[in-house]
């Protein structure tokens, strides 16, 4: 409760507190601090987007299969259902509660109360382990890894509220990591750009005797970038970090020959 409470007045007082963190970051950071905070609050807008949309769907679903099963109040538990599921993971579990008990108490037998379990289930798995983390994650900047990760951390901190808002804290951390100077560790670990650019990418993976991995990088920047970019770009400083590691004695002749010879057959395909 203190915690939702504190949040609440965050959000009532956010221009008071927005000044007072430009005031800190001092006036010669008055560009990086807000575009760090225009990018939250972009972010977070995103996000409650999102997420209204999918319970919106889930609820849909949820009163529809109520319906036909013949559980009472159908729309009442699919709206609730809707509220509840801002609570990520505990929220559809304390949704599926109460039209549980209704149609265990209300219907003969046991199968509208299996199919009232199974239905909750589904979708719950459907939504909370495969939809959400994909969506929310891409469209809040987010990894989806890093979401589940941080679900777990902030229940462990703060229970269901730590659940409640585990993504928008993630996302602000996020942020942080990508605009201020010092926390870039944070915008490499839960931010949802690609880790390696793809030169080190596709040498890392010769070095690991992957060359199918190799070639799939290779062939998605060939398709945005094109042949000319990709050989200047990637190919070739595969080359010469080759060359420099194995004089520097970190990598074997092997493993020299065969970042070489993986690359300069990839030169002469592009080539001809």
Not at 40 to 59: A, D, E, K, P
Not at 86 to 108: D, E, K, N, Q, R
Not at 161 to 183: D, E, I, K, S
Request: glycine share 6%; charged share 15%; proline share 4%.
């Amino acid at each position: 409760m203190l915690v939702l409470v504190l949040v609440a007045f965050m959000l009532a007082r956010r221009e008071d507190i927005r000044d007072r963190l430009i005031r800190l970051a001092g006036s010669h950071q008055v560009t990086m601090t807000t575009r760090l905070l225009d990018d939250v609050s972009t972010g977070v807008s995103r996000f409650l987007l999102v997420q209204s949309l999918i319970n919106t769907v889930v609820g849909v679903l949820v009163a529809l299969g109520l319906w036909a099963i013949g559980v009472p109040y159908p729309v009442l538990w699919g709206a609730l259902t809707v509220v509840l599921r801002f609570v990520p993971y505990v929220g559809s579990i304390v949704a599926m509660m109460l039209p549980l008990a209704l149609a265990f108490a209300t219907s003969v037998g046991w199968t509208a109360t299996l199919q009232t379990v199974a239905l909750f289930v589904v979708l719950d798995v459907v939504f909370a382990y495969f939809v959400e983390p994909l969506v929310i994650g891409r469209h809040v900047g987010v990894s989806s890894l890093a979401l589940l990760i941080s679900a777990v951390f902030w229940t462990w901190i703060w229970g269901p509220a730590g659940l409640a808002v585990a993504t928008p804290l993630t996302l602000c951390l996020a942020v942080a990591g990508r605009h201020v100077p010092g926390l870039e560790l944070l915008g490499i670990i839960l931010g949802d750009t690609r880790p390696l650019p793809s030169s080190v990418g596709y040498y890392q993976r010769l070095i690991a005797r992957d060359p199918d991995e190799a070639a799939q990088i290779v062939q998605r920047e060939r398709e945005s970038l094109g042949d000319a970019r990709v050989r200047a770009e990637i190919l070739l400083p595969a080359l010469a970090k080759a060359a420099r590691d194995q004089a520097r004695a970190e990598i074997t002749e092997e493993d020299a020959a065969f970042v070489t010879t993986t690359t300069l057959v990839w030169l002469e395909e592009r080539a001809s």
